[in-house]
C-alpha cells in the first residue's frame, strides 16, 4: 500500500471539487521544539556519562568539586572585574557631575556680582542724575526770580 501526502495545492479544492483519492493520505504537521526536550536530552546525557564514567563515583565527585571551584573562582574574578569597572566609572561621572555643578556655581556667582556691581552703579547714577537735575531745577528757579 502506498501512502500519499496532501500538499498545499489541494487547499485550494472545494469539497465538492476535491479529488477522490483511492489511497488513504497523511497530513504532517510540525510544531517547533521548545527548551524541554533539550533539557531531557541534556539530562539524559549526563546521566549516560556518569554512568560510562571511568572513573570510580569518588574520583568523578571530585572531579565535578574541582570544576565547580575553578567555575567559581571564575565567576567571582569576573564579579570583582566588573564591580571595579562599575565602581571606576561611577568615581568618574561622579567627578564629572561634580565639575560642572562646581562651574555652574561659579558662572552663577559671577553673574550675581555682576548684576550686583551694575545695580550699584546704575543706583549711583542715578543720585548723581537726580542730584545734577535738583541743581538744575534750583538754578532755573533762582533764574525765574531774578526776572
Do not use: C
Request: hydrophobic share 35%; net charge negative.
Amino acid at each position: 500500500m502506498r501512502w500519499k501526502t496532501r500538499t498545499d495545492e489541494d487547499d485550494w479544492y472545494d469539497e465538492d471539487d476535491e479529488p477522490d483519492y483511492v489511497e488513504p493520505y497523511v497530513i504532517v504537521e510540525r510544531q517547533e521544539a521548545g527548551i524541554g526536550p533539550f533539557l531531557i536530552g541534556l539530562a539524559i546525557g549526563a546521566g549516560a556519562a556518569l554512568l560510562f564514567a571511568p572513573q570510580s563515583g569518588h574520583e568523578t565527585r571530585r572531579g565535578i568539586a574541582r570544576s565547580a571551584r575553578r567555575a567559581q573562582d571564575a565567576a567571582q574574578d569576573f564579579v570583582g572585574d566588573v564591580s571595579g569597572t562599575v565602581a571606576d566609572k561611577f568615581r568618574e561621572v561622579r567627578a564629572t557631575v561634580e565639575d560642572r555643578i562646581e562651574a555652574t556655581l561659579d558662572a552663577v556667582d559671577d553673574k550675581r556680582r555682576r548684576v550686583s556691581n551694575a545695580f550699584h552703579a546704575g543706583r549711583a547714577a542715578a543720585r548723581e542724575a537726580r542730584g545734577e537735575l535738583e541743581q538744575r531745577i534750583a538754578e532755573s528757579k533762582a533764574a525765574y526770580k531774578e526776572t
